[in-house]
Nanobody, 119 residues
Framework: VQLQASGGGLVRAGDSLRLSCAAS??????LGWFRQAPGKEREFVAA????????YYADFAKGRFTISRDNAENTVHLQMNSLKDEDAAVYFC???????????????WGQGTLVTVSS
């Protein structure tokens, strides 16, 4: 599966941003979003099971972030609202077989898109 992430940018704290991940070249089971800030490990943000639409969120993402899929476009979106300074990171989309937060469970990764949040 090939993944292409887009939608990152510079926003102010409190603003919203929508990331997109276009998938091609394989069967989709689960698509997830992860993020990595400078000097920190990559962390899980949210994931969605492609067939059922069941979602799974990290605690910090609940209530602020929404993951959704567009079956026709083979695209997953991450709507991020009320952005905070600590949300600044490179965001990666990834594909895998199971709805899980584990980085190692995802075997295809996109190139990442940078989200910068200014106070």
């Amino acid at each position: 599966v090939q993944l292409q992430a887009s939608g990152g940018g510079l926003v102010r704290a409190g603003d919203s941003l929508r990331l997109s991940c276009a998938a091609s070249g394989g069967v989709l089971n689960v698509l997830g979003w992860f993020r990595q800030a400078p000097g920190k490990e990559r962390e899980f943000v949210a994931a969605i099971r492609w067939g059922s639409g069941i979602t799974y969120y990290a605690d910090f993402a609940k209530g602020r972030f929404t993951i959704s899929r567009d079956n026709a476009e083979n695209t997953v979106h991450l709507q991020m609202n009320s952005l905070k300074d600590e949300d600044a990171a490179v965001y990666f989309c990834a594909a895998g077989p199971r709805l899980t937060a584990g980085v190692g469970s995802y075997n295809s990764w996109g190139q990442g898109t940078l989200v910068t949040v200014s106070s």
